[in-house]
């Protein structure tokens, strides 16, 4: 048994073609990768680099009454590290917000050279332990105490009791001034007992116990029983269950 074979030359030529390109367009694909590759870390390296588009601009924006926009902007200054692309802007940020003073910071890169600084300044509502102040939102902020304002009011607490003692105050302030009456100063002992004094000076006792009753009592009874004595009247002490005791100045 024989078996004949027939060569096509024809063929043979066309697949040596194919093999060919198949294997020039694998090499152009590999060349195309590692070039594609190449750029990337070229351009990596030339974006990391510091003197690639260096900021040239530092401008620090806001309403400022305690913060200096000069010092501000030295404080900036000295964070810029590395170009436009490679700013660490969170360093930034957060040099800023370590200063009592600030509340926010947002930062933003301005092409091609330029870093903008917004800052919001802390607003204090009231002074906290003689040793800080708080904001509206009762959070607590510790600023050299030759910039803590004396003429805002005083709480005082235990640490973490913040928030409470101010909502206690805001409330009992706008129902005090109803009657004439501005406060002070209120504090929260370690015992929580609530003691607080009025501008005029009289001090107000009013303990741990039945806070809203014995507040309800001295808002009720106390104007007409020290009215036209008041400048004579030291404290009122409500701890007692129908009654309370005025104590008058000497």
């Known amino acids: ?51 690639t588009l260096p900021i040239k601009q530092v401008r620090v924006e806001g309403d400022f009454t305690h913060l200096s926009p000069i010092d501000l ?49 802390q607003i204090p509502v009231v002074r906290w332990n003689d040793s800080g102040l708080l904001n509206s939102s009762g959070e607590y902020f510790s600023p050299e105490l030759s910039t803590i304002p004396q003429e805002l009011p005083l709480l005082s607490g235990p640490i973490g009791a913040e928030v409470n003692v101010l909502n206690r105050f805001n409330a009992m302030q706008d129902r005090l001034k109803l009657i004439g009456f501005k406060m002070e100063s209120i504090t929260l002992n370690e015992r929580r007992a609530w003691t607080f ?9 009013l303990g ?30 409500m701890r007692y269950t129908n009654g309370f005791s005025i104590r008058w100045e000497k």
């Open 73 to 121: 902007q030295l404080l900036v200054t000295d964070k810029v590290r590395g170009g436009f692309f490679n700013l660490d802007v969170d360093a930034v940020r957060f040099a800023l917000l370590n200063e009592p003073w600030v509340s926010e910071v947002t930062v933003k890169r301005i092409w091609p050279d330029a870093l903008r600084v917004i800052v919001i300044e």
């Open 1 to 51: 048994m024989s078996i004949d074979m027939v060569i096509d030359q024809n063929k043979m030529q066309i697949d040596q073609a194919d093999k060919t390109r198949s294997y020039g367009s694998s090499i152009f694909g590999a060349l195309f990768v590692l070039v594609f590759i190449l750029l990337l870390v070229w351009g990596g390296m030339f974006l990391s680099n510091p003197d």
């Open 208 to 237: 741990r116990r039945d806070f809203e009753e014995r507040l309800n009592r001295f808002l009720t009874l106390i104007p007409t029983t020290i009215s036209g004595r008041i400048e004579q009247t030291e404290s009122v002490d």
């Open 197 to 205: 004094q009025l501008s005029n000076g009289i001090k107000v006792v």
